[in-house]
């Protein structure tokens, strides 16, 4: 088990975790309680660059589950998500 699963933040890395605590999430807690499409638009707005991947991250890191099963069994789920709050790849 990683350093990041064992703390309660399953697939989030350094980098990762330092954007939560730049948008005023410093806990799992404070992650299990926001909706994670919301935190994400927040991070998108300070670091335009930040990949998609990323929210597949925060939804696994809510959910328990690792993000690229995230990212194979919710795309569209996600991408039609993204599209409704402007933030969707063109």
Same mark, same amino acid.
């Given at each position: 088990?990683?350093?990041?699963?064992?703390?309660?933040?399953?697939?989030?890395?350094?980098?990762?975790?330092?954007?939560?605590?730049?948008?005023?999430?410093? !806990?799992?807690?404070?992650?299990?309680?926001?909706?994670?499409?919301?935190?994400?638009?927040?991070?998108?707005?300070?670091?335009?660059?930040?990949?998609?991947?990323?929210?597949?991250?925060?939804?696994?890191?809510?959910?328990?589950?690792?993000?690229?099963?995230?990212?194979?069994?919710?795309? !569209?789920?996600?991408?039609?998500?993204?599209?409704?709050?402007?933030?969707?790849?063109?």
């Amino acid at each position: 088990m990683s350093d990041a699963a064992a703390a309660g933040w399953p697939g989030l890395g350094p980098k990762s975790r330092e954007q939560l605590a730049a948008v005023g999430i410093r !806990t799992p807690g404070q992650l299990q309680a926001c909706d994670a499409f919301e935190v994400y638009a927040r991070i998108k707005a300070r670091w335009p660059g930040a990949s998609r991947n990323l929210v597949y991250a925060l939804l696994g890191a809510q959910e328990g589950m690792d993000w690229r099963v995230i990212a194979r069994e919710r795309r !569209t789920e996600v991408l039609l998500r993204l599209d409704a709050m402007g933030l969707a790849p063109r």
